[in-house]
Antibody, heavy 119, light 107 residues
C-alpha cells in the first residue's frame, strides 16, 4: 500500500525556518517524481515544488522560489521541503504528493502537515 | 500562468442526481487535465487524469470529458460519499495550476 507521511509542521514567526519531511513507503521511491502542494486555511490547492527521480532537477512556483528548497534522500525514501524566510501568507497545510511517472499530476497524497506563520 | 476557472463554485444536489462541473482553461491545455475530490480535513484524491481516464479504483459513476480549454466532470448518480469539493488541475505547462474548487453540497 502506498503511504506518504508528512511531518515537521508547526508554528513559527515571520522570517523563521522549518524543514518538512515526507516518508514514503509501499512503492519504489526512486522511480517517481515527487511534489509539494499547499492549501491555506479555507482556500484551494496550490502547487509549490517538484523534484525528479534523482533529485537533480527541482522546480518551484514563483511564490516560493529562492525561499524554499526541495530535496530527497532516496536511500531513506524521504522527501524534504526546507522553508526559509517564512511569511504570514505561507500559512497552510503542506501535502507531499506522488507523480505517477513524470506526468505532473498527483496520484497519491500524504495527510498533510500544518505550518502556521504568525507573530 | 494558466488560469483554471471552475463553475459553479457551489452546487446543491440530492442523492441520485446527475451532476456536472465545468473547468475552463485560459489557454489550450490539450488533454492535460486532472480532477480531484477532497473531503473536509482530508487530502485530495485523484479521480481522473488526461481529461477522461479514470484512476484505478474510482467508481465508474465518475467521468471526464473535454480537450483544449473546456472540460467537464460528471457524476452520473450522486452518492452520499460524493458530497465534497472537486478541483481541476492543468499539467500542460508550469506552474501546474488548480481551479478554485467546486463544493457539492446536500440540497
Amino acid at each position: 500500500e502506498v503511504q506518504l507521511v508528512e511531518s515537521g509542521g508547526g508554528s513559527v514567526q515571520p522570517g523563521g525556518s522549518l524543514r518538512l519531511s515526507c516518508a514514503a513507503s509501499g512503492f519504489t521511491f526512486n522511480n517517481h517524481w515527487m511534489h509539494w502542494v499547499r492549501q491555506a486555511p479555507g482556500k484551494g490547492l496550490v502547487w509549490i515544488s517538484h523534484i525528479n527521480n534523482d533529485g537533480s532537477s527541482p522546480h518551484y512556483a514563483d511564490s516560493v522560489k529562492g525561499r524554499f528548497t526541495i530535496s530527497r534522500d532516496n536511500a531513506k525514501n524521504t522527501l524534504y521541503l526546507h522553508l526559509n524566510s517564512l511569511r504570514v501568507e505561507d500559512t497552510a497545510v503542506y501535502y507531499c504528493a506522488r507523480d505517477p511517472t513524470g506526468e505532473y499530476h498527483f496520484d497519491y497524497w500524504g495527510q498533510g502537515t500544518l505550518v502556521t506563520v504568525s507573530s | 500562468d494558466f488560469q483554471m476557472t471552475q463553475s459553479p463554485s457551489t452546487l446543491s444536489a440530492s442523492v441520485g442526481d446527475r451532476v456536472t462541473i465545468t473547468c475552463r482553461a485560459s489557454h489550450s491545455i490539450s488533454s492535460y487535465l486532472a480532477w480531484y475530490q477532497q473531503n473536509p480535513g482530508t487530502a485530495p484524491k485523484l479521480l481522473i487524469y488526461k481529461a477522461s481516464t479514470l484512476q484505478t479504483g474510482v467508481p465508474s459513476r465518475f467521468s471526464g470529458s473535454g480537450s483544449g480549454t473546456e472540460f467537464t466532470l460528471t457524476i452520473s448518480s450522486l452518492q452520499p460519499d460524493d458530497f465534497a469539493t472537486y478541483y481541476c488541475q492543468q499539467y500542460d505547462d508550469y506552474p501546474w495550476t488548480f481551479g478554485q474548487g467546486t463544493k457539492v453540497e446536500i440540497k
